[in-house]
């Protein structure tokens, strides 16, 4: 069973940045697209960014487009999330989650392995 662990989350004042991290338990995240998720109290878990396979494919909501990036190591079988000029709503826990198909969606759907997530709060 491949696990993911993310890290990287904290309290950030808004403006901030913080780093965010996805690590998988086995040698195989090249298999995999990623996405990264949050969700903040009371909402529904929305797809923030997503990568293919190979790194050539990326996305993003809109209300990231410009302060977010998403980028994968296959060799350390790590992706990350760079999350620039924080801002209040940008509060929530981010989740990590692999897609078995070369796609890059920003949907929930056919995720099939998720990470616990990482607490993000900007708050001054």
């Known amino acids: 069973q491949l696990q993911l662990v993310e890290s990287g989350g904290g309290l950030v004042q808004p403006g901030g940045s913080l780093r965010l991290s996805c690590a998988a338990s086995r040698s195989s995240l090249e298999y995999y697209s990623i996405g990264w998720f949050r969700q903040a109290p009371g909402k529904e878990r929305e797809g923030v960014s997503c990568?293919?396979?190979?790194?050539?494919?990326?996305d993003y909501a809109d209300s990231v487009k410009g302060r977010f990036a998403i980028s994968r190591d296959n060799a350390k079988n790590t992706a990350y999330l760079q999350i620039n000029s924080l801002k209040p709503e940008d509060t929530g826990v981010y989740f990590c989650?692999?897609?078995?198909?070369?796609?890059?969606?920003?949907?929930?759907?056919?995720?099939?392995?998720w990470g616990q997530g990482t607490q993000v709060t900007v708050s001054s």
């Open positions: 989650a692999l897609h078995p198909l070369n796609v890059c969606s920003r949907s929930t759907s056919n995720y099939i392995y």
């Open positions: 990568i293919n396979r190979n790194g050539g494919d990326t």
